[in-house]
């Protein structure tokens, strides 16, 4: 994880194996809840917990001591080209996240509630 990062733990269920996984991720506070993104470090494919989250979105995090049921939203057009902005503005390695992978990376925005 990059320096000086705010990070989240994400829970959510295997979609093939029905387990319950957590894994931490940086964040970023974005009006209406919390973004995270799927860069898996830029490699080609995505990681295993935005699948999981594609199949179940609604999922649970911890930020410090709150734990919160979420629903997750994947950002699509203008409302992905702003918060991925957002994202690169705050942390610039995930632009280099970006040129070294042939996939968009997903961002998703995490709704309370």
Do not use: C
């Not at 295997?14 to 860069?39: D, M």
């Not at 898996?40 to 179940?56: F, I, M, Q, T």
């Not at 649970?60 to 702003?82: F, H, N």
């Amino acid at each position: 994880m990059m320096r000086g990062f705010k990070v989240l733990l994400l829970t959510t269920t295997g979609r093939r194996s029905g387990k319950v996984r957590t894994t931490p991720l940086g964040l970023f506070e974005h009006p209406g809840g919390y973004l995270i993104v799927a860069s898996n470090g830029g490699r080609p494919v995505h990681p295993a917990w935005y699948l999981n989250l594609e199949k179940n979105p609604h999922v649970t995090i911890q930020v410090m001591d709150k734990v919160i049921p979420v629903t997750a939203e994947v950002l699509s057009g203008e409302a992905r080209a702003k918060a991925w902005q957002e994202v690169i503005r705050s942390a610039p390695a995930y632009a280099a996240y970006e040129q070294r992978t042939p996939r968009q990376i997903p961002v998703i925005l995490l709704r309370p509630g």
